[in-house]
């Protein structure tokens, strides 16, 4: 196990894949404030009913790794007095119990590859953490870095996925000698067969003819024939619109004019 698989490894113990990440915050390669000394991971706990923490981790995948941090611990030293928990993670056998310093915690990756979650071998020391402006300041630039470099990854994930449906669209337009174009014809058809609710090879026309039947001329023709026939309708359906409003009118006045009848008889 190299150390990227190592971090997407320990990533995915504290981040359920698909899950809502609003529980932690994961930052990679915090540099320690006013010090220098790089954390590899830093998991700042945000889950009230569980406690918040400032948990570091330092990731290690070689034995020779381990040995050289043991001889100049200074990433632990700087980062010390600023975690809630200081963690060593690796691969079984890297790292032996027994040499752990006090207080630092063991954990290693899960024995199958069908588990997500981390076994802890050693638990660090729960501490209080010291909270400085350095610190905040530190932990709010490095979490803005990474929240951009999250979005542009997405965005570059979402041209790659529409290049590639682009690109596999073409591809089967290609081996199929159908161009982009007429796919998309072809879809609009399959549409139209949709709301007609009949297939247009075998729909009907008014005088008993198929489609399969007709010529390309007299498709035509009967399209023009049934366009002039909605216009016939909307106009019909105008003209009585408009006979009714003059019956009306004319009611209005009949009506009218025997009340001054009426009043002449009188």
């Known amino acids: 196990m190299n150390t990227t698989t190592l971090y997407d490894a320990l990533e995915r113990h504290y981040r359920k894949p698909g899950a809502a990440r609003d529980g932690e915050i994961l930052l990679r390669e915090v540099e320690a404030p006013g010090t220098g000394g ?3 991971l830093v ?3 945000l889950w009230p009913s569980r406690g ?3 948990d570091v981790h330092e990731l290690k995948t070689q034995r020779s790794d ?10 632990a030293d700087a980062w010390w007095p600023y975690c ?17 310093p006090t207080g630092w915690g063991l954990m290693e990756p899960p024995a199958s590859a069908n588990r997500r979650r981390f076994r802890t071998i050693v638990d660090a020391e729960v501490k209080t953490a010291q909270l400085t402006m350095d610190l905040l300041a530190t932990l709010v630039r490095r979490t803005d870095n990474t929240r951009l470099a999250e979005m542009d990854k997405m965005r570059e ?4 996925a529409l290049y590639k ?12 000698g159908l161009s982009e174009r007429m796919r998309r014809r072809l879809n609009l058809l399959d549409e139209l067969e949709k709301l007609l609710g009949a297939k247009l090879d075998g729909f009907t026309w008014g005088d008993g003819t198929t489609l399969d039947q007709m010529t390309p001329h007299e498709l035509a023709a009967a399209l023009a024939d049934c366009g002039d ?32 009848g009426n009043s002449h008889d009188r």
Do not use: C
């Open 38 to 40: 790089r954390a590899d």
């Open 43 to 45: 998991r700042i706990g």
């Open 52 to 54: 918040y923490s400032l």
């Open 66 to 75: 381990w040995l050289r941090e043991l001889d100049n611990p200074g990433k």
């Open 84 to 100: 809630t928990g200081f963690w060593i993670v690796a691969p079984a056998g890297i790292v032996h119990k027994n040499e752990l």
């Open 157 to 160: 994930e979402h041209r790659a």
């Open 165 to 176: 449906a682009r690109t596999e669209a073409q591809q089967n337009a290609t081996q199929t």
């Open 229 to 260: 026939h909605i216009r016939l309708q909307q106009r019909q359906a105008r003209v009585e619109e408009l006979m009714g409003r003059l019956s009306y009118a004319a009611q209005s006045v009949l009506t009218e004019m025997r009340k001054v």
